[in-house]
T-cell receptor
Framework: SQTIHQWPATLVQPVGSPLSLECTVE??????LYWYRQAAGRGLQLLFY??????ISSEVPQNLSASRPQDRQFILSSKKLLLSDSGFYLC??????????????FGPGTRLTVL | AQSVTQPDIHITVSEGASLELRCNYS??????LFWYVQSPGQGLQLLLK??????LVQGIKGFEAEFKRSQSSFNLRKPSVHWSDAAEYFC??????????FGQGTRLTINP
């Protein structure tokens, strides 16, 4: 069966420090991968998605970047964190199904607090 | 652009009572529709999904949802809620290009 891991689970970082959040998927090949941010009391905002190694689409301009160095690894980064980067970060995967939509399966999330 | 509206930000029901969470979507083509549940500090878990066929969809934990094209709705229902159902519920629509658009969520509180 497929599983998705995220780490760290929680992170407290000072403003201006770098960030690296990691997401890995097991039990599937060639998945689509997604990064979402969930601010307190709000819905999910899609940040990045990837349909393959080195292929990243950015949904909103921001202080963050994403990379996919391996098929089942997705990394969210920042060179200098802002207070507004605080939130709950969720990684998700789905089966790559051409142009159609398939179910997304979510990881446990990373709680990031920027002080 | 595609959008999802969950009109109720917060709902409180008594344990054992019936539940209906509303979801309305805006999408030009036949939608792919999903309901997810999120417990505090956790990721999202899929409750059920509609792609095609029977418009009444059964999901996990005793939940069901009905797709009504004429009303652009996909409301989630449960005949009798349990205290463990307290969580946040998200409706989502497939946007094509393998992306989902989520509603803002409905927080469910259960009174004993």
């Amino acid at each position: 069966s497929q599983t998705i891991h995220q780490w760290p689970a929680t992170l407290v970082q000072p403003v201006g420090s770098p960030l690296s959040l990691e997401c890995t998927v097991e039990g599937t090949s060639n998945p689509n991968l997604y990064w979402y941010r969930q601010a307190a009391g709000r819905g999910l905002q899609l940040l990045f998605y990837s349909v393959g190694i080195g292929q990243i689409s950015s949904e909103v301009p921001q202080n963050l970047s994403a990379s996919r160095p391996q098929d089942r690894q997705f990394i969210l980064s920042s060179k200098k964190l802002l207070l507004s980067d605080s939130g709950f970060y969720l990684c998700a995967w789905s089966v790559r199904a051409g142009g159609s939509t398939d179910t997304q399966y979510f990881g446990p999330g990373t709680r990031l607090t920027v002080l | 652009a595609q959008s999802v509206t969950q009109p109720d930000i917060h709902i409180t029901v008594s344990e054992g009572a019936s539940l209906e969470l509303r979801c309305n979507y805006s999408y030009g083509a036949t939608p792919y529709l999903f309901w997810y549940v999120q417990s505090p500090g956790q990721g999202l878990q899929l409750l059920l999904k509609y792609f095609s066929g029977d418009t009444l969809v059964q999901g996990i934990k005793g939940f069901e949802a009905e797709f009504k094209r004429s009303q652009s709705s996909f409301n989630l229902r449960k005949p009798s809620v349990h205290w463990s159902d307290a969580a946040e519920y998200f409706c989502a629509v497939g946007q094509g290009a393998q992306k989902l658009v989520f509603g803002q969520g409905t927080r469910l509180t259960i009174n004993p």
